[in-house]
């Protein structure tokens, strides 16, 4: 699954966001506004993050 | 005065590496642990100090030292740690976690990194880490020494299809500035990681990718190595000459590949091209690393008598954004 970051998630200190789990990598990619593949969310990050949903290609709604 | 009969050795003594909470306090009792699967390793003695000596005077009579001309030195030193070990996952996750911040598997250091950039003592940090060496203090058996508030300043990966069974070593250097604890070593909780789960080595008979450009390389030996200077700031004499912060400098990240001379070698050192290459050594998803961009330095040659080989050292760098990988040591 791919996220991005909220607003929100900028606020967290070090000891909540993805470099207290081990992933400065992924943190800073959030910083940046990327969408980043991320296969198990903390259960901590949940809220603070916009899941990227699949889009079908042909357009269905 | 009676000889005392204490004594450590190498092979008695366990590796820790424990995760800290805090700046200048060693991994609590009940904190996260790695026992390390180390082959050697080396640290300084705990009373460490440089001697600062004024210049002698001038004149007949004077050309000599007196006591009030020279100082043990203890407010710049920096304790040296080294350790050396099997690449396990485990053991490669932690050491990224502690050079560059990254433990999850993927291991990636890009451009705008390091994310944590301020180590201030008394500070919450969780990068710096503790070292400890089971039955290291000298009353050796028993009596443990750890290093608190460790930075890593380098990883080397070192693999060779004709040294140690062809498993890639690794070693592991940290520099702290606080003076090292002889105290005894137990855990009451939180989470320890030890040998016996680590049963893995990447192996360099498992690679199935050896590219350089996207040249196939008949890869014989690979170095890795990602470092990066630490310095003190201050010092508290009240209280062991503590630092009160360290400084953390650039990474450099650089390696050297051997392989078989051949068309696909020469084409990989192929200078005539405006952008680095992509280095890609794989064998399967557990063990990877993936330099994208990728600079060669001066190749050589090495005429060896089972056939001439491609000496090939590199750096590795990123390109356009600072969130661009610079390079990935995937353990997953």
């Known amino acids: 699954m791919k996220y991005k970051a909220k607003a929100s998630y900028k606020e967290l200190d070090d000891t909540k966001n993805f470099n207290s789990f081990g992933s400065s990598s992924k943190h800073l990619w959030l910083l940046e506004g990327l969408e980043v593949e991320i296969k198990v969310v903390p259960d901590g990050l949940k809220e603070y993050l916009t899941e990227i949903k699949k889009t079908n290609k042909g357009g269905n709604k | 005065m009676a000889l005392d009969t204490a004594f450590q050795t190498k092979q008695n003594t366990k590796v820790i590496i424990g995760t800290e909470v805090t700046m200048g306090t060693a991994c609590l009792a009940a904190g996260t642990t790695l026992e390390m699967p180390v082959t050697d390793y080396s640290f300084d003695e705990i009373h460490k100090h440089s001697l600062s000596v004024a210049p002698p005077r001038t004149g007949s009579g004077s050309l000599t030292q007196s006591d009030d001309m020279v100082k043990w030195q203890r407010h710049d030193r920096m304790y040296d740690i080294s350790i050396t070990f099997h690449s396990t996952a485990q053991a490669i996750n932690r050491v990224c976690g502690a050079l560059y911040g990254d433990d999850d598997g993927t291991n990636t250091l890009i451009g705008s990194m390091p994310s ?81 789960a680590q049963q893995t080595m990447f192996n360099m008979h498992d690679l199935t990718v050896e590219t ?50 051949d068309a696909e070698s020469l084409e990989a050192i192929d200078t005539d091209m405006s952008v680095p290459k992509a280095l890609a050594l794989s064998a399967g998803d557990v063990f990877q690393i993936d330099a994208p961009k990728v600079y060669i330095d001066s190749a050589g040659i090495s005429m060896d008598d089972d056939g001439w080989k491609q000496t090939i050292p590199f750096r590795c760098t990123y390109s356009g954004a600072t969130s661009s990988t610079i390079v990935a040591i995937k353990t997953a």
């Open chain 2, 212 to 261: 350089l450009n996207e040249q196939d390389l008949l890869l014989y030996s690979f170095e890795l190595a990602i470092a990066r200077p630490v310095n003190r700031i201050g010092f508290d004499n009240s209280s062991n000459f503590k630092p009160m912060g360290y400084s953390l400098g650039g990474y450099e990240v650089t390696g050297s590949l051997t392989c078989k001379r």
């Open chain 2, 116 to 196: 944590v950039t301020h180590f201030k003592d008394g500070v919450t940090n969780a990068v710096p880490v503790t070292l400890w060496f089971e039955n290291s203090a000298h009353a050796g058996e028993g009596t443990d020494l750890f290093f608190t508030s460790c930075v890593c300043t380098g990883l080397t990966l070192s693999g060779d299809i004709s040294s140690n069974g062809g498993v890639v070593m690794a070693t592991a250097t940290f520099q702290t500035a606080y003076q090292p604890t002889e105290s005894a070593l137990t855990f009451t909780g939180g989470t320890h990681t030890l040998l016996s």
